[in-house]
Nanobody, 123 residues
C-alpha cells in the first residue's frame, strides 16, 4: 500500500520557521515529480513547491522563503519554511505524480496524496 505521511506542522509566530516532512512508503519515488500543496479555509488547493530530478519550482508567494528538498535514500521529502506570515496558514499536503505528467505539477494530476498537516501562523 502506497502512503505519503506528512509531519512537522504546528503553531508558529510570524517570522518563525517550520520544517515539514513527507515520508513515503509502499514504493520509491525517485523518478516522480513530488510537490507540496496547501489549502487555506475557503480557498482552493494551491501548489507551493515541487521537485523533480532536474530541479525545483516555487510559487511566487513563497520564493526566497521556502526550500523543497528530497532524500531518496530515506524516501522522504521536506519543505523548509522560513519567515512565515499569516498568509501561510493552511493545511499542507504532499503529493506525488508517478508519471511526471506536468511541470509544474497540478493538483488534478497527482497520483498520491498525504492526509495533510496543519500550519498555523499567529501574529
Amino acid at each position: 500500500q502506497v502512503q505519503l505521511t506528512e509531519s512537522g506542522g504546528g503553531l508558529v509566530q510570524t517570522g518563525g520557521s517550520l520544517r515539514l516532512s513527507c515520508a513515503a512508503s509502499g514504493r520509491t519515488f525517485t523518478t516522480d515529480v513530488m510537490g507540496w500543496f496547501r489549502q487555506a479555509p475557503g480557498k482552493e488547493r494551491e501548489l507551493v513547491a515541487a521537485i523533480r530530478r532536474s530541479g525545483s519550482y516555487y510559487a511566487d508567494s513563497v520564493k526566497g522563503r521556502f526550500t523543497i528538498s528530497k532524500d531518496n535514500a530515506k524516501n522522504t521529502m521536506y519543505l523548509q519554511m522560513n519567515s512565515l506570515n499569516h498568509e501561510d496558514t493552511a493545511v499542507y499536503y504532499c503529493a506525488a505524480d508517478a508519471f511526471a505528467t506536468r511541470w509544474p505539477p497540478v493538483a488534478g494530476g497527482m497520483d498520491y496524496w498525504g492526509k495533510g498537516t496543519l500550519v498555523t501562523v499567529s501574529s
